[in-house]
Structures are given as C-alpha cells and as structure tokens.
C-alpha cells in the first residue's frame, strides 16, 4: 500500500492524512498481520498496536516488574538450552 514504508524493526511510519484516508485498510492490517505503525503529525507521533500486542506488552512488563523473575527466566531457558544441548526432548 503506498504510504506504508517499513523500516528495520518493521513498523510502518505514516502520515496523520493517510492514516484518515486508509485507516480501515491499516486497522486491518495490525490486527491480522500484527503490523505496528507510527502515525506522524506535526506535533508528533503515536503508536497504532494490536490488542494481543498490548496485552503482550502488559503481560511483560508485569513480569519484569516480580523481583528476580528476568533472572528465574533467563535460568530456565539457560537449562533448556543445556537439555536441548545433550539431545533430551523436553517439549
């Protein structure tokens, strides 16, 4: 779609007018294909974002937010990682 330019973090950047022209268009677009886009005014920017995107987002901020949690995630996959490493399955 024109006006739809990705960058490297995959985020379409808009203008506020296109936006208003194709909001269906792009509304459909982050729903089904989890596709951020900044929508840019003069005064500047906002983020458009699926709702399982925010719902992700809160979910890992809450998480990051139990004290040695990060640390306790990074231990299981480190472990996992080893597992994997000797050939157990362990899904």
Excluded: C
Excluded at 45 to 57: C, D, M, T, V
């Amino acid at each position: 779609m024109p006006g739809l330019e990705k960058d490297v973090r995959h985020m379409r950047h808009i203008t506020a007018s296109t936006a208003q022209k194709d909001f269906d268009i792009i509304l459909d677009k982050v729903i089904k294909h989890s596709e951020s886009v900044s929508i840019a005014t003069d005064s500047g920017a906002a983020i458009l974002i699926s709702q399982e995107e925010w719902n992700g987002l809160l979910e890992t901020l809450y998480l990051q937010s139990i004290p040695g949690m990060s640390e306790s995630i990074k231990e299981a996959r480190d472990a996992s990682e080893r597992l994997e490493d000797i050939g157990w399955d362990i899904n």
